[in-house]
T-cell receptor
């Protein structure tokens, strides 16, 4: 069963507008971590934001915030005031005790390609 | 200073060859990883390794083998390359395997093309 689901293969947003990238996850563990990474066309993986399952407040990092709804098992990334440089692939990932190869691995979603329109 | 570096950045080779990709991290991290990103951009863990334990994703063919000469290096050796091995391979590191919140720092990736 897929552990991380990103239902939006591609998204468009107008420059300076906010955009939400969806991510839902599946785990039976009570303790887990959720991550978002950005991959621009140049190919590198850039860490954006982290949310722990026990964190009571939604994580924020500059223009990035994570809308964490634990009961719904969703961890949507919100980018405020989009910039042209935000055009990239965005990956949601989870780390729990039962990921992939043994424990504590990062399991990635299939990604969402965000295009910012001037 | 580059935190996680990989060489080469591009690798083009013939089917059946054996090749290695090198990875080095200067962050003092305990744990290193190899990921494969396929043509559809899907990232999948291949290995994680610290100085005590190698964890292998069971879907990885045994033609792939990680080799770690020391804590700062985790090289990926691939025997008998196949067309389906063409992908981008990312090395990553993190401070401690079992800490959920530890960010993984990724290298720039190596694009492998098998002809």
């Amino acid at each position: 069963a897929q552990k991380i689901t990103q239902t939006q293969p591609g998204m468009f947003v107008q420059e300076k507008e906010a955009v939400t990238l969806d991510c839902t996850y599946d785990t039976s563990d009570q303790s887990y971590g959720l991550f978002w990474y950005k991959q621009p066309s140049s190919g590198e993986m850039i860490f954006l934001i982290y949310q722990g399952s026990y964190d009571e407040q939604n994580a924020t990092e500059g223009r990035y915030s994570l809308n964490f709804q634990k009961a719904r098992k969703s961890a949507n990334l919100v980018i405020s005031a989009s910039q042209l440089g935000d055009s990239a692939m965005y990956f949601c990932a989870m780390r729990d005790a039962y990921s992939g190869a043994g424990s504590y691995q990062l399991t990635f979603g299939k990604g969402t390609k965000l295009s910012v329109i001037p | 200073d580059t935190a996680v570096s990989q060489t080469p950045k591009y690798l083009v080779t013939q089917m059946g060859n054996d090749k290695s990709i090198k990875c080095e991290q200067n962050l003092g991290h305990d744990t290193m990883y190899w990921y494969k990103q396929d043509s559809k951009k899907f990232l999948k863990i291949m290995f994680s390794y610290n100085n005590k334990e190698l964890i292998i994703n069971e879907t990885v063919p045994n033609r792939f083998s990680p080799k770690s000469p020391d804590k700062a290096h985790l090289n990926l050796h691939i025997n008998s390359l196949e067309l389906g091995d063409s992908a981008v391979y990312f090395c990553a590191s993190s401070p401690y395997l079992a800490a959920l919140g530890n960010e993984q720092f990724f290298g720039p990736g190596t694009r492998l093309t098998v002809l």
